[in-house]
């Protein structure tokens, strides 16, 4: 069965550090693509990383670039994101999700079939 867990949200002060767990079963991140996306009340969800499976290559958003980074665990079902500079904007629930096969990997929602629960990331300014 396929899931997509994640864990490590909570609430910290502007500036702060927080690193998201996604823990997947069913699959294997050698042959996925993973993406984190993020939502904000009242927004619509949006992508913040990427990560390739077969060579771990990365992507960010504008929004993120330089202060979250997007790596895979040793063990192997794992991919986190670590979150440093927090800002209050970076406020909403965190997702991690599976990407479809083929697509053009833009960091796209409909690029994305199976999403995991989300975790809540609250930053206060």
């Known amino acids: 069965q396929v899931q997509l867990a994640e864990s490590g949200g909570g609430s910290v002060e502007s500036g702060s550090s927080l690193r998201l767990s996604c823990t997947v079963t069913?699959?294997?991140?050698?042959?996925?693509?993973i993406g984190w996306f993020r939502q904000a009340p009242g927004k619509p969800r949006e992508g913040v990383a990427r990560?390739?499976?077969?060579?771990?290559?990365?992507k960010y958003s504008d929004a993120v670039k330089g202060r979250f980074t997007i790596s895979r665990g040793n063990a192997g079902n794992t991919v986190y994101l670590s979150m440093n500079s927090l800002k209050s904007e970076d406020t909403g629930v965190y997702y991690c999700a599976r990407e479809a096969p083929g697509v053009e990997g833009i960091l796209e929602e409909y690029e994305y079939f199976e999403w995991g629960q989300g975790t809540q990331v609250t930053v206060s300014s």
């Open positions: 069913g699959f294997s991140l050698d042959f996925y693509n």
């Open positions: 990560i390739v499976g077969l060579d771990g290559s990365t």
